[in-house]
Each structure stands twice: as C-alpha cells, then as structure tokens.
C-alpha cells in the first residue's frame, strides 16, 4: 500500500468494516483495500478504502471524539441527479440532513453535497448575483439545483 502524504483518517465507535461497506457502496472508484486487525488493542481494526480515487484510512476503538461541522466530505456534483442520490444514500438508515447542503450521516460523519456550478457563482464578480445565490443557499437544507441557477440568472418566480 502507497500512502499519500495527506490521507483522511477517521476513528468510528462503530465496526469501520462495516462503514467502509457503506461508503463504497455509495460512490463509483470505490473500494475497500485492507481490514487489519490489531491483536494488542482487542477488537480494533484499521480499514484502507477508497471513495472516487481518494484514500481513507478508518479506525474503530473505543469511544473517540465525536464527529462535528469543524470537518467535512465535500462531494461535488454534476447534476441534480447525481445530487440527491448521494444525499439519500448517505441519509439512509439513520443520517440526518442539516443545513446549506450539509448532511450528518448515520456514523455521525459530516457531508457537504454541492452542485459543482456552486462556487463559481457564489465567486461571481458581480456582487447582486453572488448575494442572491448565497441568500437562496441559505434557505435551503438540500440543494436545489434549479432554484440556485434561477437566483443567479435574477428569474423570478
């Protein structure tokens, strides 16, 4: 196995085995690599995946810190489509939706699902089509696709 220099790391309460299963279910270029079982630490494991190309490395022991808003996965989006359907699989069995496309899934693990056209318009040189998007983001708690596009073009309802 290759590390890269900068690899996620994330401890789980839960068995990573199963989280690991979770992820990659849900994204293409996935995989699960490596479960390793650490015999000095009793049921610990260090599972090696990856989610679109990108590795993790995940462990389960003991009671860790909770996770929080300070970090999230960020997954870039193409289309509406594409959008809700990594919103509802991540939602699944227990996740909860926040705010401003944020999501917590079912691990606790904090999710930003953004349409990929997002950032550009929120970096519009135009500061009445940046404060419309970003008023329009603010209101949401999944993105809208067409309604962030809408404020930005200045359509009205």
């Known amino acids: 196995m290759t590390i890269q220099k900068i690899t996620p790391f994330l401890w789980y309460a839960e068995d990573v085995e199963e989280v690991a299963a979770f ?8 995989r699960i690599n490596r479960v390793t079982g650490v015999p000095s630490a009793g049921s610990t494991k260090v599972v090696d995946f990856v989610l679109f190309g990108q590795p993790f490395i995940a462990m389960n022991s003991g009671k860790p810190d909770p996770f929080n ?3 999230s996965l960020m997954v870039d989006c193409g289309d509406q489509a594409e959008l809700d359907r990594y919103w509802n699989a991540l939602v699944e069995g227990g996740g909860s939706p926040v705010a401003c496309g944020w999501l917590k899934d079912r691990f606790g693990v904090m999710w930003q699902i953004v349409p990929s ?11 009445v ?3 419309r998007v970003a008023e329009a983001m603010m209101k949401m708690v999944k993105f809208d696709v067409a309604a962030l596009k809408s404020a930005y073009s200045g359509a009205t309802d």
């Not at 992820?23 to 996935?30: A, E, G, L, Q, R």
């Not at 056209?117 to 500061?127: G, I, R, S, V």
Request: net charge negative; glycine share 0%; proline share 12%.
């Open 69 to 71: 808003h300070a970090i």
């Open 117 to 127: 056209e997002l950032m550009k318009m929120m970096a519009d040189p135009d500061p």
């Open 23 to 30: 992820y990659t279910k849900i994204f293409p270029d996935s």
């Open 129 to 131: 089509k940046a404060t």
